[in-house]
């Protein structure tokens, strides 16, 4: 597929998601995409039908971090993404806000070794990869509530998975947890630090959703049973 057809397909599934995209991020885009068609051929790192270029694929891995993008603050600067795998979301959340320096955690070598290609093709020198599981970098001090930002995208997290994020998250950061329809909304059974603060829509087509917690300055409570925003 030409360049100017795919750029055509991605502008107007970022249209219809409410997103303007601007033609160096566009093209940014499609690099990236492009590079994790043909490294999907070798190594499995993701089930969608690339080469197709679905809608599907698209909204999944372009336009659903893309719209993520307007619900990261203002002022954060770092950003750490668990469980990475083939970039997304993480790459093109970092694209869209090219201020925040990321750092991508992935455990599978195969995997990291791609994202580490994708970061230097794309010219991303504020990124980083380390080859762990999250788990093994809570020995890091030096990584330690240093994020204004912590995301993952994974079909199950659990409060004692929450708990061993939030060390990474710096008071006042917050964790962007990527769900479906059909998991479940953690915001009834998170504990301090962490609070609740909103659950946004991403795309009606995937009937996704983005839960933003907060990990709130000790001392701060955050009022019970307070409901969840649709």
Same mark, same amino acid.
């Given at each position: 597929?030409?360049?100017?057809?795919?750029?055509?397909?991605?502008?107007?599934?970022?249209?219809?998601? $409410?997103? &303007?995209? +601007?033609?160096? /991020? @566009?093209?940014?885009?499609?690099?990236?995409?492009? %590079?994790?068609?043909?490294?999907? #051929?070798?190594?499995?790192?993701?089930?969608?039908?690339?080469?197709?270029?679905?809608?599907?694929?698209?909204?999944?891995?372009?336009?659903?971090?893309?719209?993520?993008?307007?619900?990261?603050?203002?002022?954060?600067?770092?950003?750490?993404?668990?469980?990475?795998? $083939?970039? &997304?979301? +993480?790459?093109? /959340? @970092?694209?869209?806000?090219?201020?925040?320096?990321? %750092?991508?955690?992935?455990?599978? #070598?195969?995997?990291?070794?791609?994202?580490?290609?994708?970061?230097?093709?794309?010219?991303?020198?504020?990124?980083?990869?380390?080859?762990?599981?999250?788990?093994?970098?809570?020995?890091?001090?030096?990584?330690?509530?240093?994020?204004?930002?912590?995301?993952?995208?994974?079909?199950?997290?659990?409060?004692?998975?929450?708990?061993?994020?939030?060390?990474?998250?710096?008071?006042?950061?917050?964790?962007?947890?990527?769900?479906?329809?059909?998991?479940?909304?953690?915001?009834?059974?998170?504990?301090?630090?962490?609070?609740?603060?909103?659950?946004?829509?991403?795309?009606?087509?995937?009937?996704?959703?983005?839960?933003?917690?907060?990990?709130?300055?000790?001392?701060?409570?955050?009022?019970?049973?307070?409901?969840?925003?649709?």
């Amino acid at each position: 597929m030409k360049t100017r057809e795919f750029q055509e397909r991605l502008t107007r599934r970022a249209r219809r998601a $409410g997103v &303007s995209l +601007a033609p160096e /991020l @566009a093209a940014r885009l499609e690099a990236y995409y492009r %590079l994790l068609a043909v490294w999907n #051929t070798k190594i499995n790192l993701t089930g969608l039908r690339l080469a197709e270029l679905s809608p599907e694929a698209l909204d999944r891995l372009l336009i659903e971090p893309l719209v993520a993008a307007k619900y990261v603050a203002g002022s954060a600067t770092r950003m750490l993404d668990v469980g990475s795998g $083939g970039g &997304s979301p +993480a790459i093109p /959340l @970092a694209l869209a806000v090219p201020r925040l320096q990321l %750092l991508m955690v992935e455990s599978k #070598t195969r995997k990291a070794v791609f994202l580490r290609e994708a970061v230097r093709t794309l010219e991303m020198a504020g990124a980083d990869v380390v080859t762990a599981r999250f788990e093994e970098l809570l020995t890091r001090p030096d990584l330690h509530e240093a994020h204004d930002l912590v995301t993952v995208r994974a079909v199950r997290v659990e409060t004692r998975m929450l708990m061993a994020l939030q060390a990474f998250a710096r008071p006042g950061g917050q964790l962007f947890l990527f769900r479906s329809a059909v998991t479940a909304d953690p915001s009834e059974t998170i504990t301090p630090p962490l609070a609740w603060k909103a659950t946004y829509p991403l795309l009606e087509s995937l009937r996704s959703r983005l839960v933003v917690l907060e990990k709130r300055p000790v001392g701060r409570g955050v009022p019970r049973g307070t409901p969840p925003q649709q």
